[in-house]
């Protein structure tokens, strides 16, 4: 089994979970998006993202909008709860890039944690959208246990997620 694990990350966060993913997929080539191959080729394909307003990073979005006939698992990290309805909602969106029938792509799931958000573009946010993010204490809470991730567990459970993917295909 040949695999490939191709990542989108801008501040690392994405980077340390394909890292993990690398580590437990057979034959694995892994490589940022700037310079990933094509997709053809490999029995799995692992691509990961960072969260952008709601939906994968546009450099992700367009590597995935390119993948067609392949064995396709994602992952990725955002600052908000990983099992919060925002998180499911950009999961879903992710799948919809890879998933259309026509694609031919089999879709095996999606791992996501929580990422440190950078602490500029918070800053960022204040100045320009402070009725749009208000910093409430439920915020604050969420951005200060975002910026403990991804940790030892994040990384782990993105291992486990991913041996079981391999499992499933046999
Ligand atoms: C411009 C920008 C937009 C973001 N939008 C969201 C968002 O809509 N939802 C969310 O949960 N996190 C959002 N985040 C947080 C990032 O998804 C998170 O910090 C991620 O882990 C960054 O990954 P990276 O280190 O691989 O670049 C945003 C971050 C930036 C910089």
Same mark, same amino acid.
């Given at each position: 089994?040949?695999?490939?694990?191709?990542?989108?990350?801008?501040?690392?966060?994405?980077?340390?979970?394909?890292?993990?993913?690398?580590?437990?997929?057979?034959?694995?080539?892994?490589?940022?998006? @700037? &310079?990933?191959? $094509?997709?053809?080729?490999?029995?799995?394909?692992?691509? +990961?993202?960072?969260?952008?307003? !709601? #939906?994968? *990073?546009?450099?992700?979005?367009?590597?995935?909008?390119?993948?067609?006939?392949?064995?396709?698992?994602?992952?990725?990290?955002?600052?908000?709860?990983?099992?919060?309805?925002?998180?499911?909602?950009?999961?879903?969106?992710? @799948? &919809?890039?890879? $998933?259309?029938?026509?694609?031919?792509?089999?879709?095996l +799931?999606?791992?996501?944690?929580? !990422? #440190?958000? *950078?602490?500029?573009?918070?800053?960022?946010?204040?100045?320009?959208?402070?009725?749009?993010?208000?910093?409430?204490?439920?915020?604050?809470?969420?951005?200060?246990?975002?910026?403990?991730?991804?940790?030892?567990?994040?990384?782990?459970?993105?291992?486990?997620?991913?041996?079981a993917f391999?499992e499933r295909l +046999?």
């Amino acid at each position: 089994m040949k695999t490939l694990v191709v990542y989108s990350s801008r501040t690392g966060n994405t980077r340390a979970i394909a890292e993990a993913v690398a580590e437990v997929l057979p034959d694995c080539a892994l490589h940022p998006v @700037e &310079s990933a191959p $094509s997709p053809e080729g490999y029995d799995l394909v692992a691509v +990961g993202y960072w969260v952008d307003k !709601g #939906k994968p *990073d546009a450099r992700a979005t367009a590597y995935l909008e390119g993948v067609r006939g392949a064995t396709v698992a994602l992952f990725g990290t955002l600052g908000a709860w990983p099992d919060s309805d925002h998180a499911k909602e950009c999961m879903a969106c992710g @799948e &919809s890039l890879v $998933s259309a029938p026509e694609r031919g792509n089999t879709v095996l +799931g999606t791992y996501l944690c929580q !990422g #440190k958000v *950078d602490p500029k573009v918070v800053a960022m946010m204040q100045r320009m959208a402070s009725d749009v993010h208000p910093m409430t204490p439920e915020r604050k809470a969420r951005l200060e246990e975002a910026a403990k991730h991804p940790d030892e567990e994040d990384r782990r459970k993105a291992r486990e997620t991913f041996r079981a993917f391999v499992e499933r295909l +046999g």
